[in-house]
């Protein structure tokens, strides 16, 4: 199974500022690597697809980077609504599986 | 727009059974593979099963094989998890979610998932 890593556990950010997440991965998953967004209580959203793609809706503050082992997620500018736990995800073999999750908080 | 509302959670015993279900609607159910991700209370996702548009294939993750089914009527467009033999690291929201679907050379490989429900949460406990 494909063992996803991310990195910070939590991130704290001011409002405004850059943040930038990482995720890796045990193997090669070519681009094929979702990001997503969860707040307490709510169900996990899709931000990212393709390792770089938006998906619909998404803002243009969020992107997304990498391929092959290592990628990215990029918050331009911290808005209020952004702070949550975000997930990566490789679908480029079965088990389909998460990484841990990184938390986004205010700094 | 596109909606999946899960249903069919509850409090059950260890060893019983339980059947999710989760009403699709915005868009060609038949058409999409569907997934069950499930989140255990503080943990991260994990996926559970998945099965092919047309129902033609399944694969589970190793933690449910052999005591979860995943089925589907698309005349109804539903989705269901049969869910037997439950146990305590069994207790989890359940979502049920689409999956975004790449179309190559006219198949449709799965991907992500892109719509979630709200989910609905087990509890296996005595």
């Known amino acids: 199974e494909i063992v996803m890593t991310q990195s910070p556990a939590t991130l704290s950010v001011s409002p405004g500022e850059r943040a930038t997440l990482s995720c890796r991965a045990s193997q090669s998953v070519s681009i094929n690597l979702g990001w997503y967004q969860q707040k307490p209580g709510q169900a996990p959203r899709l931000l990212i697809y393709g390792a770089s793609t938006r998906a619909t809706g998404i803002p243009a503050r969020f992107s997304g980077s990498g391929s092959g082992t290592e990628f990215t997620l990029t918050i331009s500018s911290l808005q209020s609504e952004d702070f949550a736990v975000y997930y990566c995800q490789q679908y480029n073999d079965w088990p389909r599986t998460f990484g841990q999750g990184t938390k986004v908080e205010i700094k | 727009q596109v909606q999946v509302v899960e249903s069919g959670g509850g409090v059950v015993q260890p060893g019983r059974s339980l059947r999710l279900s989760c009403a699709a609607s915005?868009?060609?159910?038949?058409?999409?593979?569907m997934y069950w991700v499930r989140q255990a209370p503080g943990k991260g996702l994990e996926w559970v099963a998945i099965i092919w548009h047309d129902g033609s294939k399944t694969y589970y993750a190793d933690s449910v094989k052999g005591r979860f089914t995943i089925s589907r009527d698309n005349s109804k467009n539903t989705l269901y998890l049969q869910m037997n033999s439950l146990r305590a690291e069994d207790t989890a929201v359940y979502y049920c979610?689409?999956?975004?679907?790449?179309?190559?050379?006219?198949?449709?490989?799965?991907?992500?998932?892109?719509?979630w429900g709200q989910g609905t949460l087990v509890t296996v406990s005595s």
């Open positions: 915005g868009f060609s159910f038949s058409n999409y593979a």
């Open positions: 979610a689409r999956d975004r679907g790449l179309k190559v050379r006219g198949i449709i490989i799965p991907t992500c998932f892109d719509y």
